[in-house]
Nanobody, 121 residues
Framework: QVQLVESGGGFVQPAGSLRLSCAAS????????MGWYRQAPGKQRELVAT???????NAADSVKGRFTISRDNAKNTVYLQMSSLKPEDTAVYYC???????????????WGQGTQVTVSS
């Protein structure tokens, strides 16, 4: 019913920048929280940053001051601007959205397929 499609991952050198995008589509009544999570090899998935429909944001300490999350509610799209990237930022980045589909009562969680970000010299 709801699809999240990510784009913008890739390979970048340390101190470089990348911008991730995630567009939600489907029978959407409302999107509440959108966010980004990441999972490095051998590690658990962890929160990167989230943003509510009113623009309140939250970010992991490890990315504060380097990553900025934003969203375009009219486009059902969330962005992650990543700057000053470090090798330890290398991971698969997943988009998440808490969505109420049209005609539903409950809010469900949806995930994108993931996009690889590799930071290396």
């Amino acid at each position: 019913q709801v699809q999240l499609v990510e784009s913008g991952g890739g390979f970048v050198q340390p101190a470089g920048s990348l911008r991730l995008s995630c567009a939600a589509s489907g029978s959407i009544f409302g999107i509440y929280v959108m966010g980004w999570y990441r999972q490095a090899p051998g590690k658990q998935r962890e929160l990167v940053a989230t943003i509510t429909s009113t623009g309140s944001t939250n970010a992991a300490d490890s990315v504060k001051g380097r990553f900025t999350i934003s969203r375009d509610n009219a486009k059902n799209t969330v962005y992650l601007q990543m700057s000053s990237l470090k090798p330890e930022d290398t991971a698969v980045y997943y988009c998440h959205a808490a969505v109420r589909v049209a005609g539903a009562v409950y809010i469900n969680d949806y995930w994108g397929q993931g996009t690889q970000v590799t930071v290396s010299s």
